[in-house]
């Protein structure tokens, strides 16, 4: 019974974990009324602040119990007027026509990426509105714990602030990463049944894939498709992201520098693995199901992205939780008489 009673004691939630929670329902209300815009391409919809939550919460689950406190009433007043405020940036989007007016700043200041400026805001709002939340329920030095989802958010917003500015082939440096990434799929391939080809004729067989420059000329089962693969496409985002993320933990792990090391070579190496996975298996779907893949460029890259990062949190906490079991016994071992 005392076990028992443990185990439901430690289920319980605490008023502040209650309440950042319950911060996330202005996210589920806008889910419900507009469920379009959360679409999960990365620049077409709000459907990232999904993630920010997902972020927020799994490093509430992986560390953030440790701050288990009581608000305080200056805390709650704070919490309550950021509730106001994010529900009213969303009623004046809808009601009073603020995505119009920040459409119109963006032609008025020439930015060619009118949409992805629009979105760039609502990252930036939801972000500020979240670190806010954290340290009126927590203080400030709990950002520390929980910041993953902030980051997430405000990585997010920096790479729409980017592409709104230069869309496309605009950055040299990160279109060479396309460049490079569309090589690497070109070779893989064949090992999936895909025939590479020099020159289009009238007898293509099918499946087969020719490329040039950053484009992809897929002949597939079902259609023919071109891709184009241009920087924001080759993972920008997730690299951008991981290096926050890697970034913060390397600093929170109380673990050896060379160790660090290992983790953070290890992650960047299978992030990019992911990005070359995540072009290829769009190749891959035009070359034997269909050439409409609309939904599925939707769906892939944050899908696969996410389960890495998550995969690759939980391997780091699965090896440092035997290390230290490993090293807590053996003083135990090694005691002698």
């Known amino acids: ?72 009433k200056r805390g709650l007043m704070a919490y309550a007027v950021l509730l106001a405020s994010i529900s009213a940036f969303y009623g004046a989007r809808y009601s009073l026509g603020l995505g119009e007016w920040l459409a119109s700043v963006a032609e008025g200041h020439g930015i060619p990426g009118t949409l992805n400026w629009i979105w760039m805001w609502e990252y930036i ?11 009126a329920l927590f203080g400030p030095g709990a950002l520390r714990r929980l910041c993953a989802g902030p980051i997430y958010g405000i990585g997010m917003a920096s790479i729409l602030f980017l592409d709104a500015l230069f869309p496309y082939e605009s950055i040299g440096p990160l ?6 990434i569309v ?7 064949p090992l999936a049944g895909i025939k590479l080809i020099d020159i289009p004729s009238m007898s293509v067989p099918r499946p087969s894939l020719r490329y040039s420059g950053n484009s992809l000329w897929v002949w597939g089962k079902n259609g023919f498709i071109i891709l184009g693969i241009n920087w924001p496409c080759v993972g920008v985002l997730s690299m951008l992201i991981y290096s926050l993320i890697i970034a913060l933990l390397m600093i929170k792990l109380d673990a050896p520098f060379g160790r660090k090391l290992v983790y953070a070579i290890f992650g960047a190496i299978g992030t990019f693995a992911i990005n070359i996975l995540r072009i290829f298996a769009i190749v891959y779907y035009t070359a034997f199901i269909s050439i409409d893949i609309k939904i599925f460029h939707e769906l892939i890259g944050e899908a696969l992205f996410l389960a890495w990062v998550s995969a690759f949190l939980a391997i780091i906490v699965v090896v440092e939780n035997r290390i230290a079991r490993v090293g807590a016994a053996i003083p135990k071992l090694s005691a002698g008489p």
């Open 1 to 72: 019974m005392p076990s028992r009673i443990r185990s439901w004691s430690a289920l319980r939630l605490s008023p502040s974990e209650l309440l950042l929670l319950s911060s996330l329902l202005p996210l589920a209300a806008l889910c419900a009324h507009d469920p379009e815009s959360f679409r999960l391409a990365w620049n077409e919809g709000r459907g990232g602040l999904i993630f920010v939550a997902f972020f927020a919460i799994f490093e509430w689950l992986l560390e953030g119990r440790a701050l288990r406190k009581e608000p305080t």
């Open 125 to 135: 709002a939801f972000s500020i509105y979240l670190i806010g939340v954290i340290s």
């Open 175 to 180: 279109h060479s990463m396309a460049l490079v």
């Open 183 to 189: 090589r690497m799929v070109v070779a893989l391939a």
